[in-house]
């Protein structure tokens, strides 16, 4: 019997290869959550997976969520339907983000399984956000640390947002719902609650401004991250194939479904795993309670700069289990220097 492979992928997360999902030993079931933790993205072929199988999947990794504003199968409620119909014009998740960061609870991740697939195209794309953070100056990073970032559902799932027409018509619901919804906070940075390791939590479509910055200061700082992000360096490619099943989480990555298959019928089943409030990258009792402030201050001049003396301890480094059969190694990456943030007038 081939032992079960784990093979890097380009830019963001893994392959996992020579594993039956619906017979997993505690060898490789061990190796997987190690691998998941460590790469945030697993990606496995040559599965045969009924809608009971892929609930069992994902509640091995916690409770299920029961998304509100997808439209949910008709025997499995469980599992939301995201569908493209050949008459589409319009896709689910065609821009970059992180599933349910409008929610106090983020989600931990999410279980997606190809159904119907187009002739080519429909790729879903990955960017790792322990990456990009990776990447970052660290006087970058450190300032990015005192930062808090508003995340709402009203953005995509609120009734202006959906009101195009019919585009979405029997494919989203319960506008009022997102309307009803408050605004969440959320670290700029958090410190990840299974890998320890520190990663970049903000995204362009649902997050909606900085916390203590003026309106056009914060969306100049997120649009900068945000093309920082999508370097091709920290993207990854999952190309569906019949019998694949994408295991994502997403406080550590972004996704985005590509929509270039017109005319054909793209059918996927996703689950979604229940998550815990996040902290941040560094400790509150540990942090100046006006680092912040100074942070947004330090924007004028077009760098973040921000003396960050009042940050002296942060958590355990991460630990990540070693016991994975590594095929190959992803190539190393030298940091990248201060991002230029604009021209931005200062705050006061």
């Not at 290869?17 to 060898?27: A, E, F, K, S």
């Not at 794309?125 to 953070?133: E, G, L």
């Not at 003396?307 to 991460?318: D, F, H, K, Q, Y």
Request: net charge negative.
């Amino acid at each position: 019997m081939t032992p079960l492979e784990i093979r890097p992928m380009e830019g963001a997360g893994a392959e996992v290869r020579y594993v039956d999902l619906t017979t997993i030993t505690v060898g490789d079931w061990n190796q997987i959550e190690a691998a998941f933790a460590n790469y945030g993205l697993l990606i496995f072929r040559d599965q045969i997976f009924t809608e009971t199988d892929h609930l069992h999947f994902a509640r091995r990794w916690g409770n299920i969520n029961v998304n509100r504003f997808f439209t949910a199968h008709s025997r499995f409620p469980e599992i939301a339907l995201v569908v493209k119909e050949a008459t589409d014009t319009q896709n689910i998740g065609s821009g970059w983000h992180a599933d349910h960061s409008y929610d106090r609870e983020p989600a931990l991740g999410s279980v997606l399984v190809a159904r119907e697939l187009p002739s080519s195209g429909g790729d879903t794309m990955f960017a790792s956000m322990y990456a990009a953070f990776d990447a970052l100056s660290s006087s970058t990073q450190r300032a990015l640390e005192a930062l808090h970032a508003t995340h709402s559902a009203q953005r995509s799932f609120g009734t202006a947002a959906i009101a195009d027409g019919d585009s979405y018509a029997g494919r989203l619901a319960n506008a009022d719902i997102a309307d009803a919804m408050d605004d969440v906070t959320h670290p700029v940075v958090i410190r990840h609650p299974i890998s320890g390791r520190k990663a970049l939590y903000v995204n362009p479509e649902f997050t909606t401004g900085i916390v203590g910055m003026e309106e056009n200061e914060g969306l100049a700082l997120l649009n900068q991250l945000y093309e920082h992000c999508q370097l091709p360096e920290f993207v990854g490619q999952c190309t569906w194939e019949p019998g694949t099943v994408a295991l994502w989480d997403n406080r550590a990555m972004w996704h985005l479904a590509r929509n270039d298959y017109p005319g054909e019928r793209r059918v996927m089943h996703r689950v979604t795993i229940e998550g815990c409030a996040l902290e941040p990258a560094v400790r509150p009792d540990k942090a100046d309670p006006t680092l912040a402030q100074r942070a947004g201050r330090t924007l004028a001049g077009g760098l973040i700069t921000a003396a960050m003396t009042g940050i002296a301890e942060v958590l355990e480094p991460e630990r990540i289990r070693q016991d994975i059969e590594i095929v190959s190694e992803a190539p190393e990456r030298e940091p990248l220097p201060d991002l230029d943030f604009g021209n931005l007038p200062p705050l006061d």
